[in-house]
């Protein structure tokens, strides 16, 4: 291991990195370096910043708090052994060599007892992007063994992922980049200036396409949230989980003024109304019967009925119906907090058909209901296929851990097999917070983890001491990105905007930290797989390999040794005129046929109801072959659980933090308040005052945060910011606020995914600021 | 005689309340938590009530990024018995001179809009400089360079107003006619004017 080149002298030399979390974006970092020393972050230079596709791509407040991450107390510094009870948070230190014979015991051991598909690799984004090192060099490694037990989905789009392709297969949505052509932006839930509030990413495409259109934006949510604020938008709040009634609503009010092009439904669709509903579905199981009260339920969907579930009011119902029909181009899209709900599979597609039935399709400034779609640069890697098929859904990871072996391909949505064989016995956990606290129903999970017949072996590998890496059995410290080498590219959501960047070793490997393709090596010599996971290759060399794989495609790229101390090797513009959502099928829907099994659109989908006839769901669950709107449980309309727990809480993603990672920092802390929105209104009953520390509590735990008593949220809404730190005190509340105290562990209908907004809960002030454990 | 007049361009009306601008001046600059040279207001308020059955708002909101106004008649500059809070003359900058500076923190109660910070360590005042190592050389303050929305800009100020007009009274900030601020500011669509006191400020805690 040859000492990497970094900058031991007093002179300021400045290294490419960049900030490698899951907000979507990436955003490459100048680090500036003296005597070894990070001094400060800057941003890169850009080309012109005049001119947007050659703009600087400026990180945002978490990005330029990379230095305090890196010199954070909190950073864990050589390998370490659990000696108390599994996530007391108890260690011993012990050295490389015994950590990493540890590993190669366990694995081996659990491999021959149980098998490949005993080893779960846990989804983790707390190096997104890492393409060499991190995520992909474990998963690289565990395939060169025979595998893991894989997941699909995740707990950011997990209901919108499983439910797209029954609407409209694999079309993609229109760049954002689009609205530069729209008089009309509705977006529900959607809020870029937060969740995609990097200087390379989509917040910027946004501000950059209203300069030139200067549509009017309208957008739904329960908070009046940075985009309503930053993009001037009109604010409609809405009750949570009740998107699916506003859209219902809405084409009842367009099919009252008899402004439903029903020869343009008949020609792209099955499903909207009698004449186009599949021969075997039922009369009135269409979605205009359904608006119409002709359905099963009996119910107009008249804006008075929606208004009533929404909490908007009946007229501006009516007026946003006609607003969306009336504009030349409405963009309408949604962010994932919509979906993100216990029957959040039924949200979202409603929202993606509004776009459908009025007609905002397929032209130049609309969009097809979700979120807008993202250029990626190919960024050639180290991925090889895993040999073990069977997945689980992301979110049932503690459910395989408890009862596997009730587990199925009908009740559990497993993928790959009928039915698992065996349980999770060895967790993998790699740059992941989500054990201990990204996971729902964090006090049921800590007990599912304490029985130790079950989970036999956690690893943690990380370079935090987070809540889930005191749950680790043994604990490795990583490098940080700023200690690390790689190429990369813009990652998921950065637009229309797409780079590779090479980032280069900042700052040497701080205490016994080491990279984690040096570690997998030495491992892979141990199981007796070297040459197969390394192919000869040191992290170094497979960069430079993947460097000359891409030049081979784009021979114009500079040669890999002028890249050095470049930071961002290319940069592209995408034409968003070439990417507009279902834009090949609106202008010939025969040539261009979907790969639904109608190749139309399907707002009646029999794929759905067979899976409905086929699966065993829980009680209560429902799957319905169209988007109608289905009270939640646990949601708005539970009337009786609101008698005891009256607020819903929801969670939001918030600008101090992306997801879990930086929460910790006392700097941003400081800058971003992390406390609980509540309405002046609910505040005052409770004799809550800003600032005040509240208990919020419900059958499933208890946290402590601090109140921010602010107009800008529904009454009766509450909102915590996801992602801070989980830390319990001697009476099992949690005084970190994490709001995945009071989550739930049960699972949605399709996806099986994570319904962390769906929560009810009630709060109280404190009184006395409680000590920490 | 002040040679040129150096000041800070905010246009609230595209600011998301990112606090990049204050998180990349802390650091640039070093400085300890407390200490932030540049500020962002949250301003807003309104009321809701219920109108058959729905709530029924009339709120408001926009952020206002802060730091030091570099103003023409800086009052901190006036109250300081020793002369280290003093004017540039060569650009206008206000600028503490920690070396002569007692810590005695009357220029922190003078000053209408919170820019000296008290450095516990050093036990003497620090406050935004304007970056003028980095003017000298021909870049821009840090916090203006930060910007993702591109919401900030800083230059002489007669330039600043020829491109973006006059105004600087807008809530929370006092009365120009205190000091006579150099700022010039883009009002968000929803901005209230100084002399109104519709709203609050809705995060006293970050600022």
Redesign the interface.
Same mark, same amino acid.
């Given at each position: 291991n040859k000492v990497p080149p970094t900058n031991s002298t007093n002179e300021e030399k400045i290294f490419y990195s960049a900030c490698l979390v899951n907000c979507g974006s990436r955003c490459p970092l100048k680090v500036h370096v003296k005597n070894d020393i990070i001094t400060k972050i800057s941003s890169e230079d850009g080309i012109n910043d005049a001119v947007f596709g050659q703009h600087q791509i400026r990180p945002c407040l978490r990005g330029r708090a990379v230095r305090w991450r890196t010199y954070d107390p909190e950073r864990l510094k050589y390998p370490m052994l659990r000696i108390g009870k599994r996530g007391e948070g108890k260690f011993k230190r012990i050295s490389w060599d015994e950590a990493i014979n540890l590993l190669s015991e366990k694995l081996k051991y659990t491999i021959n007892n149980y098998g490949n598909e005993a080893i779960y690799y846990q989804y983790g984004t707390g190096t997104t992007g890492a393409n060499i090192s991190g995520r992909n060099a474990c998963k690289r490694f565990l395939s060169t063994i025979g595998g893991h037990l894989n997941y699909h989905g995740d707990y950011s789009s997990g209901q919108i992922t499983a439910m797209q392709p029954f609407i409209y297969g694999n079309a993609k949505a229109s760049l954002l980049d689009q609205i530069k052509h729209s008089d009309l932006v509705v977006m529900f839930g959607h809020n870029i200036a937060e969740t995609r509030m990097s200087g390379g990413g989509q917040v910027n495409e946004m501000f950059n396409a209203l300069a030139q259109s200067k549509a009017r934006v309208i957008i739904i949510d329960p908070r009046r949230s940075e985009s309503v604020v930053g993009f001037n938008a009109e604010w409609m709040p809405i009750i949570p989980g009740t998107d699916a009634a506003l859209v219902a609503g809405i084409i009842y009010a367009l099919l009252e003024k008899d402004r439903i092009d029903e020869a343009m439904l008949t020609k792209y669709c099955i499903g909207w109304n009698a004449e186009t509903l599949p021969d075997e579905a039922p009369l009135f199981s269409d979605y205009k019967s359904y608006i119409l009260g002709l359905g099963d339920d009996g119910i107009p969907k008249t804006p008075e009925w929606a208004s009533k579930k929404t909490g908007i009011a009946a007229d501006q119902i009516r007026k946003l119906a006609l607003d969306i029909v009336n504009a030349k181009a409405a963009w309408i899209s949604q962010g994932w907090g919509p979906q993100r709900w216990q029957n959040g599979e039924h949200t979202t597609r409603a929202i993606m058909i509004l776009p459908i039935i009025t007609g905002q399709f397929g032209k130049q400034g609309t969009n097809i209901g979700t979120w807008g779609e993202s250029i990626t640069y190919p960024v050639p890697g180290l991925n090889m296929v895993n040999p073990i098929k069977t997945s689980i859904p992301f979110f049932l990871w503690t459910k395989a851990i408890e009862e596997p072996l009730s587990m199925t391909a009908q009740n559990s949505y497993i993928k790959g097999k009928d039915k698992l064989d065996v349980g999770i016995k060895f967790l993998w956990s790699y740059a992941s917070n989500v054990i201990g606290n990204q996971h729902s129903d964090l006090n049921r999970t800590h007990q599912i983890l304490q029985d130790e017949s079950k989970c036999e072996f956690i690893l943690v590998w990380d370079t935090h001491m987070t809540a889930s890496a005191k749950y680790a059995d043994l604990l490795l410290p990583d490098v940080s990105s700023v200690e690390s080498n790689d190429l990369i590219n813009n990652s998921y959501a950065s637009g229309a905007y797409h780079y590779v960047i090479r980032m280069q070793r900042a700052i040497k490997p701080l205490w016994e930290n080491r990279p984690a393709y040096d570690v997998l090596t030495e491992l892979s010599e141990k199981m007796g797989v070297k040459d197969k996971f390394t192919e000869g290759r040191s992290q170094d060399d497979w960069i430079a390999y993947s460097y000359e794989k891409m030049r081979k495609l784009d021979p114009n790229l500079p040669s890999f040794a002028d890249t050095d101390g470049m930071g961002v090797v290319d940069r592209k513009l995408a034409n968003s005129d070439a990417h507009i959502g279902l834009k090949a099928f609106r202008d010939d829907p025969i040539k261009n046929r979907l790969n639904t099994p109608s190749g139309k659109i399907e707002i009646y989908s029999e794929a759905l109801v067979q899976i409905a006839e086929q699966w065993e769901f829980d009680e209560g669950d429902i799957l319905y072959p169209i988007p109608a709107y289905l009270p939640a449980i646990e949601g708005s309309e539970d009337t009786q659980k609101r008698q005891k727990y009256p607020l819903q809480l929801i969670g939001f993603h918030i600008k101090g933090h992306c997801h879990s990672s930086y929460s910790n920092l006392p700097q941003l802390k400081e800058a971003v308040a992390s406390s609980i929105w509540i309405n002046p209104l609910d505040a005052e009953v409770r004799q809550i005052k800003h600032g005040q520390l509240v208990e919020v509590y419900n059958d499933r735990g208890r946290l402590y945060i601090p109140a921010k008593v602010t107009p800008r949220i529904l009454p009766g809404i509450i909102a915590i910011p996801q992602g801070l730190w989980a830390k319990t005190n001697a009476a099992g509340i949690d005084i970190g606020g994490c709001i995945n105290r009071l989550t739930s562990l049960r699972p949605s209908v399709l996806a099986k995914s994570n319904p962390q907004h769906t929560n009810l809960v009630e709060m109280k002030p404190l009184t006395v600021t409680p000590a920490a454990s | 005689m002040i040679k040129m007049q150096y000041g800070f361009y905010i246009n609230s009306?595209?600011?998301?309340?990112?606090?990049?601008c204050?998180?990349?001046c802390?650091?640039?600059k070093?400085n300890a938590?407390?200490i932030?040279f540049r500020r962002v207001y949250e301003y807003?308020?309104?009321?809701?009530q219920q109108?058959?059955? @729905?709530? =029924?708002?009339d709120?408001f909101?926009?952020?206002l990024s802060v730091s030091c106004n570099h103003c023409q008649e800086p009052t901190c500059v006036q109250g300081c018995p020793t002369g280290a809070m003093h004017k540039r003359q060569e650009d206008g900058l206000v600028v503490v001179n920690q070396d002569i500076c007692i810590g005695c923190r009357y220029c922190e109660m003078r000053c209408p809009y919170g820019a000296p910070h008290y450095d516990h360590q050093k036990r003497v005042m620090s406050k935004c400089d304007g970056c003028y190592e980095r003017v000298s050389q021909g870049l821009k303050p840090?916090c203006v360079?930060? @910007?993702? =929305?591109?919401a900030l800009d800083f230059d002489e100020i007669g330039k600043l107003r020829e491109l973006y007009g006059q105004e600087c009274d807008i809530a929370p900030l006092p009365s120009s006619e205190l000091t006579k601020p150099s700022i010039v500011i883009k009002p968000?669509?929803?901005a209230k004017v100084t002399a109104e006191s519709f709203g609050s400020i809705?995060?006293?805690?970050?600022v």
């Open positions: - | 009306a595209k600011c998301t309340g990112c606090k990049t204050q998180v990349s802390k650091d640039e070093d938590l407390g932030n807003g308020g309104g009321s809701w109108v058959d059955g @729905c709530w =029924q708002n709120t909101v926009y952020y840090v360079e930060s @910007c993702p =929305q591109r968000h669509p929803q809705l995060n006293p805690e970050e």
